[in-house]
């Protein structure tokens, strides 16, 4: 959630250096302030496209649910620095299990997953008999 907010931060940062690149160029006529005007244009409009598809999924709650047998690694990256492996397909997410993980470990396991972009939302970790060993739900 904390980085649709972001993205949505982002757009309307460049939405604004928009306008005040375009203000200047309409008073000063100048190419370098059209260029960057239309440059930032480009830049929103590619934030868009990736924000506004998940703020949709989420606000219309357009889940996919996807379950089997996952592992759980630590891939080093600050940001997103844990990968949900489901069925060999990573889904990055930030949150640590507070159990031991890693190539080796296997969980059986339940992701939901936005509809658009496949964007992971919450995932659940079980043992083998079936009880919950970590969950974000």
């Not at 203000?23 to 190419?31: A, C, S």
């Not at 690694?73 to 620095?81: F, S």
Request: one cysteine or more; hydrophobic letters at 40%; charged letters at 20%.
């Amino acid at each position: 959630m904390i980085d649709i907010i972001g993205f949505w931060c982002i757009a309307l940062a460049l939405m604004g250096a928009t306008i005040m690149y375009f203000v200047q160029w309409w008073r000063g006529r100048k190419l370098g302030k059209l260029f960057a005007s239309i440059g930032s244009l480009v830049l929103v409009i590619l934030v868009l496209l990736v924000t506004v598809p998940d703020t949709y999924d989420r606000i219309h709650s357009r889940y996919k649910i996807e379950t089997g047998i996952c592992y759980v690694i630590d891939n080093g990256a600050k940001a997103r620095d844990i990968d949900v492996y489901l069925n060999g397909v990573p889904h990055e997410t930030r949150n640590r299990p507070d159990i031991p993980f890693g190539p080796g470990i296997e969980y059986e396991c339940t992701i939901t997953l936005t509809q658009e972009l496949k964007t992971l939302v919450d995932y659940e970790l079980r043992s083998e008999d079936g009880d919950v060993l970590f969950s974000t739900y």
